[in-house]
Antibody
């Protein structure tokens, strides 16, 4: 059974960077893509970005394209998401999740999800 | 303003039926892209409830069902239970934006 375990909460100053890890278990790492979704306080789910773990291809929402990068480590089956130039409105819970479609896409839905990582951006 | 539009909230008594609409456009649901539904309980990770329009993952009760028609989709919950109180989100792919999109979410309250 696939499982994703994310790194712990972070507190960052505005302008800083944060790197969230997502360690995966229980499936062949390169068979599926991984999406990142966030939820700001009182807000809904917001899809951020996706990486095809097999070939490293990435896609992200326009608003994150210049600030978000994703990498993978096949030796530890871990996906990383780094966000730069943090602002107060980046305060949110960040989730990684497996994309269940063909060729690593999300066409089959997004599941399972990691437990979430709270990133707080504040002075 | 989400690409997919959901009602902010719905409420009904225990045992009753609720439906949640998800209205899109010709670049997402209307383009034939699959619709998926998630249940999100406070403090937990979202859970896939319905995938590819009307399919239930193993372990999801048949009280939950999904449908899709034209540029819209719906999630129905029958035999409403207290444990169904949660936020529900639809999700699809948008060809114009070239990315996944979520609805704004619907809070289900069991009266």
């Amino acid at each position: 059974q696939a499982q994703l375990v994310q790194s712990g909460s972070e507190v960052k100053n505005p302008g800083a960077s944060v790197k969230v890890s997502c360690k995966t278990f229980g499936y062949t790492f390169t068979n599926y893509g991984v999406s990142w979704v966030r939820q700001a306080p009182g807000q809904g789910l917001e899809w951020m970005a996706w990486i095809n773990v097999y070939n490293g291809y990435t896609n992200s929402a326009q608003k994150f394209r210049d600030r978000v990068s994703m990498t993978t480590d096949t030796s530890t089956n871990t996906v990383y998401m780094e966000m730069r130039s943090l602002r107060s409105d980046d305060t949110a819970v960040y989730y990684c999740a497996i994309c269940g479609g063909s060729s690593g896409s999300c066409s089959g839905g997004i599941d399972p999800w990691g437990q979430g990582t709270l990133v707080t951006v504040s002075t | 303003q989400s690409v997919l539009t959901q009602p902010p909230s719905v409420s009904e008594a225990p045992g009753q039926r609720v439906t949640i609409s998800c209205t899109g456009s010709s670049s997402n649901i209307g383009a034939g892209h699959a619709v998926h539904w998630y249940q999100h309980l406070p403090g937990t990770a979202p859970k896939l409830l319905i995938y590819v329009n009307n399919n239930r993952p193993s372990g999801v009760p048949d009280r939950f069902s999904g449908s899709k028609s034209g540029t819209s989709a719906s999630l129905a919950i029958t035999g409403l239970q207290a444990g169904d109180e949660a936020d529900y989100y639809c999700q699809s792919y948008d060809s114009s934006l070239s990315r996944e999109v979520f609805g704004g979410g619907t809070k289900v309250t069991v009266l």
